[in-house]
């Protein structure tokens, strides 16, 4: 069983309002087959974002939401002490990756 997760994150960043196709169509979507453990495959459409300083926001508004839903399942003690433990694992991951990214 495929299953397609798609988020809308946003349609507009403050008085950068993502042009064309982009405010109605989501930019990012994660999808992989979970019974077979497939590993999870991640398509982000940039040309939504125009700025690559603008995923910054991105990662940050994810990043709370993420956070409040942690805080209100009681899998952390509130919305602060997710985002801290997220973040200490964030910049952990980025000094030291799991992962091998390819330069391009």
């Not at 507009?12 to 019974?35: H, R």
């Not at 509130?78 to 391009?104: C, G, K």
């Amino acid at each position: 069983m495929r299953m397609i997760l798609p988020i809308a994150v946003f349609s507009c960043l403050g008085s950068a309002v993502i042009a064309g196709d982009c405010a109605n169509k989501p930019f990012f979507t994660a999808e992989g087959n979970y019974v077979a453990n497939e590993p999870l495959v991640v398509n982000i459409r940039t040309e939504c974002l125009g700025d690559p300083k603008l995923a910054g926001l991105v990662l940050a508004d994810f990043a709370q939401h993420l956070a409040l839903a942690h805080a209100r399942t009681g899998k952390a003690k509130d919305r602060q002490t997710a985002l801290d433990e997220m973040l200490q694992l964030f910049v952990a991951e980025l000094q030291n990756p799991t992962t091998q990214w390819p330069e391009r």
